[in-house]
């Protein structure tokens, strides 16, 4: 209840009264949080990232614990019975307020330590009294026994709630958030004298249960509506072109192309996907990369997909592309859980060998699904530095790929060292790149283009730029992989893309890019800071570039992929 009235109610308050537009809210097991985006910042084109939308007014939540706890006395008086409830409430929102301490407060990246300090402070001076309430409250006189009720009683809701329902779950942010109220406790037992308890503190601990209960059932109340089903959008929803099944793959063209990622609440099952296409293709854009995740840890072997990114989705969102005249790569990617695949290794030979037989599955899955879908490009692997080391696995795994879909494969080679030492590159159509070389503030990325060229003419094969891009934060070109680190400065990233653009377009081996990233939720425009261009002056840049002719290719003699 206390954290839905500190991160749910305001929101939810201004989204139904001002020009605020409500950008999520989560029914968790501690309560409801909601999230606002600003006066103007959605447009019917797009919204802005997640990153950039607002828990609610600083101010609004402190108001509510203020008066929580000014109000408690004279409720204590009047309405005795609830005297535990409210004390309860008020302590609870005293340690919301603190929950900075362990980042698990919902403000933005961007907001400054001030702030965040801020809010601890206000929740200390707020919780002693409200916790020295609780104590008195109990009518418990030993001191250990008082601090050890008084922490239960906190705690013990949300732990009951998520131990049933699983819901939300605990991870070492919630543990340091719910471990907040122990010094608190410690100090409300040792400060409440017994003189200062009511003469009816044997009714204490009744009244701590009935409080107890009356939270977790605001809580089972508060956690039970869910999102509403939206539309879903499947391949026989979806006329698929004749085109689509016939005749043999062109093995190498110009791609002018976005990332296309499912992105909540608009996944790639839903219309708003499929009519933002329309708008990518409108732009110029004449190619997406379909990205179908699956999930791992680094310390586990087992490799889970097929939840979010469903097959009948992507039949569908394939068809759709293509019957706009737009091509499609289809890009199978890993989420590794607590790191990224880059880092992703197993230190025992039995493990990686697992873990890779587990990832020839996927591959070998999602190129049958290039194969029914007829997808214009298989991409069999993004990003694995410490694995592609590894030269026999990928090469059979080439081989065995080849078998069940006969197009184009590429591989999203990191920047750096993996892309330059890869040595199967001879084994693919494209030597793919994953290209987050960082550029000089002068933003002029010729020593990219001298690295990427050495590795082309060591193997004699085109170049596509499989994944890349800038965040639309200051100083976002040193560390291109990062977004959300600054203030907003759109115009630094239209000009890294106009750069790295001007500087790779008349290459002969150069073959297309693949930008990070456009998300079927629309998310962008001007206030956000993440790696998209939509809603942005770099997107304009791409349709600057993407309506000029296609360059003459070195390379484009070579016979279609079907007849080889």
Not at 139 to 155: E, H, K, Q
Not at 202 to 221: E, I, K, P, T
Request: net charge positive.
């Amino acid at each position: 209840m206390a954290r839905s009235f500190v991160e749910g109610v305001p929101a939810l308050v201004l989204a139904a009264l001002s020009p605020y537009t409500l950008a999520s809210v989560f029914f968790r097991p501690d309560g409801i949080t909601a999230r606002v985006f600003p006066p103007g910042a959605v447009t019917e084109d797009y919204r802005p990232g997640m990153s950039e939308a607002l828990r609610d007014p600083f101010g609004f939540s402190i108001l509510l614990a203020v008066l929580a706890v000014a109000l408690l006395p004279r409720l204590r008086l009047r309405w005795r019975p609830l005297g535990f409830l409210f004390s309860l409430l008020a302590s609870d929102l005293a340690v919301v307020l603190m929950q900075p301490i362990s980042r698990g407060f919902g403000w933005r990246s961007a907001d400054p330590d001030w702030l965040r300090w801020l809010s601890v402070v206000v929740g200390i001076g707020l919780a002693i009294p409200a916790f020295r309430a609780l104590a008195a409250e109990t009518g418990i006189p030993a001191r250990g026994v008082r601090m050890l009720a008084v922490t239960a009683m906190v705690l013990a809701p949300p732990l009951v709630f998520a131990s049933l329902f699983g819901r939300g779950g605990l991870s070492i942010q919630t543990g340091w958030s719910l471990l907040l109220p122990l010094p608190l406790a410690l100090i409300a037992s040792y400060s409440v004298r017994r003189d200062l308890l009511a003469p009816w503190r044997n009714v204490g601990l009744r009244l701590a249960c009935g409080g107890a209960a009356a939270s977790f059932a605001l809580m089972l109340v508060g956690t039970a509506p869910r999102q509403p089903a939206t539309t879903r959008m499947t391949a026989p929803d979806v006329a698929a072109p004749q085109s689509a099944a016939q005749g043999p793959y062109q093995k190498l063209f110009f791609q002018r192309g976005v990332s296309f990622t499912s992105e909540w609440p608009d996944s790639y099952e839903s219309p708003k996907a499929h009519d933002l296409l329309r708008k990518l293709k409108d732009r110029g854009v004449d190619a997406i990369a379909l990205v179908p995740y699956g999930t791992s840890s680094a310390s586990s072997g087992e490799l889970r997909y097929g939840h979010w990114e469903r097959d009948d989705s992507i039949l569908a969102l394939t068809a759709t592309a293509h019957n706009l005249g737009m091509r499609v790569m289809l890009k199978p990617q890993v989420w590794i859980r607590g790191s990224y695949p880059g880092d992703f290794d197993l230190p025992e030979e039995s493990m990686r060998a697992a873990w890779l037989a587990q990832y020839e599955k996927f591959a070998l899955h999602h190129a049958e699904l290039a194969n029914r879908t007829h997808a214009d490009v298989f991409c069999i692997g993004t990003e694995f530095a410490k694995l592609t080391v590894h030269e026999a696995f990928w090469r059979q795994l080439i081989a065995r790929i080849r078998k069940v879909y006969s197009g184009p494969i590429t591989y999203a080679a990191n920047f750096g060292s993996e892309f330059e030492t890869i040595s199967f590159w001879d084994e693919l159509d494209y030597i793919g790149l994953n290209n987050y070389y960082p550029l000089p503030d002068s933003l002029d990325p010729q020593a990219v283009v001298a690295k990427v060229e050495a590795v082309q003419q060591r193997f004699g094969k085109p170049i596509l730029l499989t994944e890349g891009g800038y965040s639309s934060y200051a100083g976002g070109h040193r560390k291109p992989w990062s977004e959300n680190e600054g203030p907003v400065d759109l115009e630094m990233q239209a000009k890294a893309y106009d750069a790295v653009l001007a500087a790779f377009w008349e290459k002969p081996w150069f073959y297309g890019a693949y930008w990070w990233k456009v998300g079927s939720n629309a998310f962008g425009g001007p206030l956000d800071r993440s790696h998209t261009p939509w809603g942005k002056p770099a997107m304009q840049v791409l349709s600057h570039w993407y309506s000029k002719p296609t360059p003459p290719r070195s390379m484009d003699k070579a016979p279609p992929a079907g007849r080889r």
